[in-house]
């Protein structure tokens, strides 16, 4: 069983802190996902990394870095938080694409409040 | 950019009812795939299409792929209460690992 585990599940932050997100998955999967999930929007793409110390934007990366020492390991950094970033933040990994078996397996998801 | 559009946003039905919701994608699409969220929960994986006009089905879910592969649905026939739940379909366009996802659709069924 594939096992994608976050570091927290409730996060409260004041504005302006330095925030870390930190996701592990446990089954060697090359590619590893950070979205944000809003009302209405849906899973909208932040960063995402298909090999150590890679990272490529996704859709909406302005306001997060990422960092990926570790094949197992992907973080999530919000430089200065902002009310705007409260939000549900789900990780995700998956074999690489050309794999065939490109399911993406999701973390539980932490749920960050900025005050 | 790519999109994938989802509709409805919401349905509510009464258990026993059907329930359809639709992913159109503005590209072709190499695959697409389909996820259920249960309330309080993560995307959980369902089925993946990549066949143009494929049609898979899981005990009363039914999935298709279009011909032209730019749109997809889910049919769950005879809802229950179990299906309760948000559905995200996900296309891949393109030779990364990225998926587009859909808005979602969530369902409230009525018992």
């Known amino acids: 069983d594939v096992k994608v585990t976050q570091s927290s599940r409730y996060l409260v932050k004041r504005t302006g802190e330095k925030v870390f997100l930190e996701c592990v998955q446990d089954?060697?999967?090359?590619?590893m996902f950070w979205y944000r999930q809003d009302p209405g929007l849906g899973l909208r793409l932040i960063y995402f990394?298909?090999?150590?110390?890679?990272?490529e934007k996704g859709d909406i990366p302005e306001g997060y870095s990422v960092s990926r020492e570790k094949k197992e390991r992907f973080s999530l950094i919000l430089e200065s938080a902002s009310t705007n970033q409260t939000s549900m933040y789900l990780c995700?990994?998956?074999?690489?694409?050309?794999?065939?078996?490109?399911?993406?397996?999701f973390g539980p998801g932490t749920r960050l409040l900025v005050l | 950019g790519q999109q994938v559009m989802q509709i409805p946003q919401y349905q509510h039905v009464q258990e026993g009812e059907d329930f359809t919701t639709y992913c159109n994608s503005s590209?072709?699409?190499?695959?697409i795939q389909w996820y259920k969220q249960r309330p309080g929960g993560h995307p959980v994986f369902l089925i993946q299409?990549?066949?143009?006009?494929e049609v898979k089905k899981q005990k009363r879910l039914t999935f298709q792929f279009g011909e032209a592969k730019k749109n997809s649905s889910l049919h769950i026939t005879a809802t229950q209460t179990t299906d309760v739940g948000t559905y995200f379909c996900a296309g891949r366009a393109g030779n990364t690992g990225k998926l587009i996802f859909g808005q979602g659709t969530t369902l409230q069924v009525k018992p």
């Open positions: 995700a990994s998956s074999l690489f694409f050309r794999s065939g078996q490109e399911t993406q397996y």
């Open positions: 299409l990549v066949k143009s006009g």
């Open positions: 590209t072709t699409l190499s695959n």
């Open positions: 089954m060697d999967h090359e590619n």
């Open positions: 990394s298909y090999d150590v110390k890679m990272k």
